[in-house]
């Protein structure tokens, strides 16, 4: 195995399946997490997924990151327009983040079009779905193969 990716689920994404199918898809968040764990394995790493609703749990799992993990996933869900605390708290490690969203969050409403992470972000991939998670995966894999290489 080349490391460990961590993935981390937002607010209201434990309700994918049922919260907006129309926006957010059909698949549950255990559909998601079995697909990236079957993709990481392919490309010789490990996964381990986390979701909270609260904003201090998601920093806590930012934090204990390093050191554990190689780099993270993220999709932040409505933290991504407003949450500077983690912000900082992705600023203040050194394990790169990839920030993911299912829907395209440019082509929605207004408010949701500018999001104050992904600043400090590697990345962000957004609007492909589920499939958003295993795009930002690949990628996340392509920057470690590329820094450590």
Do not use: W
């Not at 994404?13 to 907006?20: A, I, P, T, V």
């Not at 992705?90 to 409403?109: A, C, F, M, Q, T």
Request: include cysteine.
């Amino acid at each position: 195995m080349f490391g460990k990716i961590l993935v981390l689920h937002g607010a209201n994404l434990n309700r994918l399946g049922k919260r907006e199918p129309e926006v957010y898809g059909t698949q549950t968040l255990a559909d998601i997490e079995q697909n990236i764990d079957l993709f990481v394995k392919e490309k010789g790493y490990t996964m381990e997924a986390y979701q909270s609703n609260h904003e201090g749990a998601l920093i806590d799992q930012i934090h204990n990151a390093e050191g554990k993990y190689d780099g993270i996933v993220m999709n932040p869900g409505a933290f991504t327009h407003y949450s500077i605390a983690i912000r900082d708290a992705i600023s203040s490690v050194k394990v790169p983040v990839i920030e993911v969203h299912l829907s395209n969050i440019y082509s929605r409403e207004e408010f949701r079009h500018h999001s104050v992470l992904s600043p400090v972000c590697v990345g962000q991939i957004t609007g492909f779905g589920a499939y958003s998670y295993i795009l930002g995966c690949q990628a996340l894999i392509q920057h470690l193969q590329k820094t450590k290489g």
